[in-house]
């Protein structure tokens, strides 16, 4: 939440977007380009009072990724989530070091073992010359 900040919403996300924590840089690279069952997911993302660290509209889920500092407002967070599921969001939310993307293809019911629509070449070894 913004809290006193007189920002607009989408000028502090922007401003998010550019202070990506390490736990964020790493989902975001497997959320990002629908890399995630072709889903697309958005970053920072304006929602009410609120900013979603990460957010799919199409399927109106929220992830959100808690630090250290969330420890001490676990009732603000609370709250938060709450308001997001009355705006019609599902919430997830983990611990920056428990970022884990099965997860989130639970929450999208993508987990059924089917093979990803934009596998890597040659079955995960990478490009050629790398």
């Known amino acids: 939440m913004r809290g006193a900040v007189c920002e607009t919403p989408r000028d ?23 890399r995630l069952f072709g889903v697309k997911f958005s970053r920072q993302v304006p929602i009410g009072p609120y900013v979603a660290d990460f957010c799919c509209r199409e399927q109106r889920l929220v992830v959100e990724l808690d630090g250290g500092q969330h420890a001490l407002s676990a009732a603000d967070d609370a709250s938060r989530s709450e308001d997001l599921a009355r705006l019609g969001y599902r919430v997830l939310r983990f611990w920056n070091h428990d970022v884990l993307g099965k997860a989130i293809a639970r929450a999208l019911g993508r987990l059924d073992n089917r093979p990803s629509p934009r596998p890597s070449p040659r079955g995960g070894e990478g490009e050629e010359g790398r």
Do not use: I, K
């Not at 922007?14 to 840089?25: C, P």
């Open 12 to 34: 502090y996300a922007r401003g998010l977007r550019r202070r990506q924590t390490d736990a964020e840089r790493r989902l975001w690279f497997r959320l990002r380009d629908r």
